[in-house]
């Protein structure tokens, strides 16, 4: 039975400097028992830094931290038992069978066989791998193998499993495959997830996120209330530059990419919309009205940080 007296994960002012360059800065996160929590950020913001730290793989140059009720400067071994990890890059054994590179899993953990052959039988019906036992994982697909990095890093019942880009290179009908089985896992085992991934519409369905930028934690919160809070709509325009000016006077400045401005909108209705349209002065090319989503967040939240340093 989980125990709920404590957070699952608790990490204060965390840092961690290479040659006086920090990679995490002064990072303070919270997660829930039984929470799904996104870790997000581009490349070198400091996500995969964090994960390490969080596994004992490497220690903070200053902060404090608490996995599962434990302090990893005390007791890194009973961490580990209470934490699963699938890394970017497969673990998995290529001339090894799943069966084989589950044991060695299994007993690094120390498990028995027998308890080894039980922990992974509705894991691996779960994955639709029943045919597949005794065969070498060099004649797997991608989306086999990912599902066998994640049955690896759960055999031993982790309370805390830790997913760290768990989808990367693969398309997208496996993706979806993938985060079928991991909700599926939640809701069976009523594990705490951590995950960083780059497709920030994977992490739309988590409890809470933390987005950093440079090591830093830049906004934190519900992803429904970060999105409503960011706009009513999104409109993407493609036009002249009086059109954009026209359109910039009323909704202000826009973010630019590849030839399309993206704007904020708070108007709550069509008639608001379709009014801003008729007013826009230009030659129009493309306009497009959606709803906002994750990577908007992230996007403005970005250009917000950049505005401030250049400020300073």
């Not at 829930?32 to 964090?50: A, H, R, V």
């Not at 990893?72 to 054994?93: S, Y």
């Not at 069978?97 to 953990?109: D, I, P, R, V």
């Not at 997913?163 to 990367?168: F, N, Q, S």
Request: with cysteine.
């Amino acid at each position: 039975m989980t125990d709920t007296n404590f957070p699952a994960v608790i990490a204060e002012n965390l840092c961690k400097t290479y040659q006086n360059v920090p990679a995490v800065d002064n990072l303070s996160i919270q997660i829930n028992q039984g929470d799904f929590f996104g870790l997000l950020g581009p490349n070198g913001s400091g996500k995969t830094t964090t994960i390490h730290i969080l596994c004992t793989l490497i220690k903070p140059t200053t902060g404090t931290i608490q996995i599962a009720g434990f302090d990893p400067a005390k007791d890194p071994i009973n961490i580990r038992r209470k934490i699963g990890l699938v890394f970017q890059e497969t673990t998995i054994d290529r001339s090894l069978s799943l069966l084989q590179n589950l044991e060695f899993a299994g007993q690094l953990h120390g498990l028995d066989k027998k308890t080894i052959k039980q922990n992974a039988k509705p894991l691996i019906d779960l994955f639709e791998l029943n045919q597949h036992i005794n065969k070498p994982i060099a004649a797997f697909s991608g989306g086999m193998k990912r599902a066998v990095d994640i049955i690896r890093g759960i055999i031993h019942q982790p309370a805390i499993l830790i997913l760290d880009e768990p989808t990367i290179g693969l398309d997208l009908p496996n993706r979806l495959k993938i985060w079928k089985f991991i909700h599926e896992l939640r809701k069976e085992y009523g594990m705490t997830v951590l995950l960083t991934t780059h497709y920030l519409e994977e992490a739309e369905s988590c409890d809470n996120v933390a987005f950093l930028n440079s090591g830093k934690l830049i906004a934190q919160g519900e992803p429904k209330e970060l999105i409503s809070t960011l706009a009513n709509h999104i409109i993407e325009l493609e036009g002249s530059d009086a059109a954009i000016r026209n359109v910039e006077n009323v909704l202000g400045k826009p973010l630019q990419g590849q030839g399309v401005s993206y704007y904020k909108s708070f108007g709550k209705d069509f008639e608001s919309l379709t009014s801003l349209h008729n007013s826009i002065q230009g030659n129009i090319e493309q306009w497009r009205v959606r709803k906002p989503n994750l990577n908007d967040v992230f996007l403005w939240t970005i250009q917000r940080e950049v505005k401030k340093q250049n400020d300073v």
